[in-house]
């Protein structure tokens, strides 16, 4: 599949995106541990459909130190034992704030208080923007076809 954009070569998308880029370097630089962010990233890929995604952050996982069992565990976290409550936490905030037209609800105050026990307000923004963030670059990938496959770890850092 050939991508239908190539975003840099036009220039308002091109403009537009070096702000979407500034906002995922700021959120790089947050005390969210690069772990949890990369967890969190691929969650919300998957949840999406978004293969481009995916594979970026199955790469950053692993250059992040993720093992690859915790990587392909993340789309079964609920079941697996490998992930801590902080990293529960995280994702289960992650999923509802991805999935808001499904729920009807957004997130519960249940889901944000158990993410509240783990982060701080700095890191629970930083997770919060995270998952905005990820959900904007899994549709735009995603309706334009990005290639997928390949992606070199610390490219958009």
């Not at 293969?51 to 130190?65: L, N, R, S, T």
């Not at 009807?104 to 923007?129: F, M, P, R, T």
Request: aromatic share 6%; proline share 4%; hydrophobic share 45%.
């Amino acid at each position: 599949m050939s991508p239908r954009l190539d975003f840099f070569a036009i220039p308002t998308a091109g403009k537009t995106l070096k702000y979407g880029m500034a906002i995922g370097k700021s959120i790089m630089e947050s005390p969210l541990p690069a772990t949890t962010r990369e967890l969190v990233s691929l969650r919300v890929s998957q949840i999406n459909g978004c293969a481009a995604c995916i594979d970026m952050h199955v790469k950053e996982g692993e250059a992040a130190g993720e093992t690859a069992v915790r990587l392909h565990m993340v789309a079964a976290w609920r079941e697996a034992p490998m992930f801590t409550d902080a990293e529960r936490a995280a994702l289960e905030l992650a999923e509802e704030a991805t999935r808001v037209a499904d729920g009807a609800g957004g997130v519960s105050d249940e889901v944000w208080d158990n993410a509240a026990k783990h982060y701080d307000e700095e890191q629970l923004a930083a997770l919060v923007l995270l998952v905005c963030f990820m959900n904007m670059a899994n549709r735009l990938n995603v309706v334009t076809h990005q290639p997928v496959g390949g992606y070199e770890p610390g490219r958009f850092h």
